[in-house]
Nanobody
Framework: QVQLVESGGGLVQAGGSLRLSCAAS???????MGWYRQAPGKQRELVAS???????DYVASVKGRFTISRDNAKNTVYLQMNSLKPEDTGVYYC????????WGQGTQVTVSS
């Protein structure tokens, strides 16, 4: 199965920015990919997705602030997060959309108020 390694998280003040990266061990160009967020005490949710052709979709709470992109040559998916809010805090994972059972370790994003 494909292995996914997320990176780029950290601690940032509200209003700040972070760029997350997800490196896949195998070719992902045929698959829609997504970034998922698991906030403390909540279920994991899909916050951004990108089709194989580059069409993007976002959950309402991040629309206009987050941008998902992909580099198929590098088997990498990115999530640019701007104007971060405390409610964006959580562990961020990437996976296919719809998700498979194989998850990476995720990357922690903490936004302080």
């Amino acid at each position: 199965q494909v292995q996914l390694v997320e990176s780029g998280g950290g601690l940032v003040q509200a209003g700040g920015s972070l760029r997350l990266s997800c490196a896949a061990s195998r070719n992902i160009f045929r698959h829609a990919m997504g970034w998922y967020r698991q906030a403390p005490g909540k279920q994991r949710e899909l916050v951004a997705s990108i089709s194989w052709s580059g069409r993007t979709d976002y959950v309402a709470s991040v629309k206009g602030r987050f941008t998902i992109s992909r580099d198929n040559a590098k088997n990498t998916v990115y999530l640019q997060m701007n104007s971060l809010k405390p409610e964006d805090t959580g562990v961020y994972y990437c996976n296919r959309d719809p998700a498979t059972e194989y998850w990476g370790q995720g990357t922690q994003v903490t936004v302080s108020s």
